[in-house]
């Protein structure tokens, strides 16, 4: 303990401790990615489609740009993954040293390692872009504050902030963003703090915040600038309008089958192309269009802001906070704040500020129809957590040092309640199923005299590569998909058209050059393709890949 305290305000103390958490959470799980939305960006930076792109759509155009030429130099790295982990590690010791350095006391500071290692796991085990961008920007913008909060501002960490936020950014605007707004909470406490300063030394200070905001600021709208002026040409413009009107359908809110029949059979789509369209293969231009898409949209409309409405809040939210693992260890830190720390007014009102903060978000996020999603959780109670940590001054409670303890436990079986099926020990029969499929996937590749159409679950690149993996160059060209939210993007649609398809669904009938993979939705496929284009149409069994079966139309 002793040894402890006189070292945890050193720069070397954070790094060692967040080195020996990297490799414990390597050695005990086997690192996946949360969903498969980081491999469909990553192959389009790392050459999959035979081209290095940097229109990455949900990330920043300039971090495409930045993978894009590192692939490039060496195809085989994982760069996408290293870049990852790189900014992760680097956001949780500046998380690490901000508050060990903040910290009043070492009991205190220990308990919020506590903290940071369950949120390390979030972070390194179940990888996930957006969840890097929510952990990179509360970083960052804590950094900032770190820093400014003393009479000597510490210049680099300023410039070090600024640019672990701006990446945040590049990763997912949205999130960060969101971090921003959260992390008010914190500037809410300075501003409160700073009320007995003299006139002119309270707008000197000001003048600081305004200052080092506003280059995170001018960062992000150049950011911005660049990613919109990628994306000017009309293809992209298609797409993006594309995309826009699929995800407002399918992320938010898909209308029921069976409440809207009707409407439904009114656009010619019945119950089998509604459930095949609900799976996300969407990729029929001449049925599912962005018409079609705005009319299914229009069915459910917005919800109405009413006592209803809060009563839904609070039934299908508010009541589930206690099974979101990332709001749990936020809470266990705001509890510890409330009963082990001492408060001035200052302090009361900034969190009782981030709580409204965070509420109004959730709120929010209740009414667009999209909440309790774990990639976006983790950064808005990182937020919460950091924001508790820094407002802490401890108290003359003796019983403060028994939140060490409590504060590790927490955060053990946080990770056992969610980690369980990534543990290394268990991951060799999951590691040689990867094997079989990955060769699979290889030798379909490899065909290049023939395009193969998969439906979405049939042939995929999530459960044939793993974190530290890369696909060969080139792999997928000669592979497309039947939906998916990259599927109508100009380097797929590319794909499609060297081999003559434009509408998936009609153009493969008689194509001797086009063979579909089938899986659990090919009967679902034949009997939409029957219906709607060829009632005569025949399957006709190819090749074999290993568990997959290449069929073509005749």
Known sequence: MKFFERNRKKIWAPICFNIVILICLLLIFSPVFETNDDLELCNIVNGMKGVYD?????????????????????????????????????????????????????????????????????????????????????????????????????????????????????????????????????????????RHLERHEYLSKMLTYVKAFGALLFMVVVLYGVDYCAYQSEEWQEYLEYNRVRTTLFDYGFPQYEEYAEQYQELDLDQNAYELMRSW??????????????????????????????????????????????????????????????????????????????????????????????????????????????????????????????????????????????????????????????????????DKEHLHITTIGALSFSRCYGVFDTPPFGIGENIAYFGGWSAHMPIYLDTLKRFGISNPYKDVLGNEKVWLIGNEYFGSTMAYIQTYYDADVQAEPVAQYGYFTAYQLE
């Open 54 to 194: 940097a229109h990455m759509v949900y990330s920043n155009y300039v971090l495409g740009l930045i993978l894009s030429m590192f692939y490039r130099i060496k195809q085989s790295i994982p760069w996408y993954t290293l870049f990852q982990y790189g900014v992760l590690f680097v956001s949780f010791t500046a998380i690490t040293h901000v508050l060990w350095e903040e910290s009043k006391g070492t009991c205190f500071a220990l308990f919020s390692s506590a903290g940071i290692f369950y949120f390390s796991y979030e972070g390194y085990v179940l990888l996930q872009y957006t969840k890097t961008a929510g952990i990179a920007a509360a970083a960052g913008i804590l950094l900032i504050f770190h820093a400014l909060r003393d009479e000597n501002i510490e210049k680099l960490s300023v410039i070090l902030g600024i640019v672990l936020a701006g990446t945040g950014f590049m990763y997912r605007s949205q999130q960060f963003m969101a971090e921003l707004f959260l992390m008010t909470g914190i500037g809410v406490c300075e501003v409160l703090r700073m």
């Open 281 to 446: 293969n969407h990729m029929d231009p001449e049925k599912f269009g962005i018409p079609v898409m705005e009319k299914l949209i229009a069915l459910k409309g917005r919800p109405c802001i009413d006592t209803a409405f809060f009563e839904g809040f609070a039934e299908d939210v508010l009541k589930k906070f206690p099974g979101v693992a990332a709001c749990v260890c936020s809470i266990v830190m705001f509890l510890y704040w409330m009963f082990f720390g001492k408060h001035d007014i200052s302090d009361v009102l900034g969190m009782l500020y981030e709580l409204a903060v965070v509420t109004a978000l959730y709120i929010y996020l209740y009414y667009q129809g999209r909440y309790l999603v774990n990639r976006v959780d983790v950064g808005i109670w990182l937020a919460v957590f950091v924001t508790a940590a820094w407002s802490f001054v401890p108290g003359a409670n003796c019983m403060e040092k028994t939140g060490i303890p409590i504060g590790a436990a927490v955060a053990i079986c946080l990770i056992c309640r969610t980690g369980g099926e990534y543990l290394r020990s268990d991951s060799e029969a999951a590691r040689e199923q990867m094997v079989q499929e990955r060769a699979a996937l290889e030798r379909i590749g490899g």
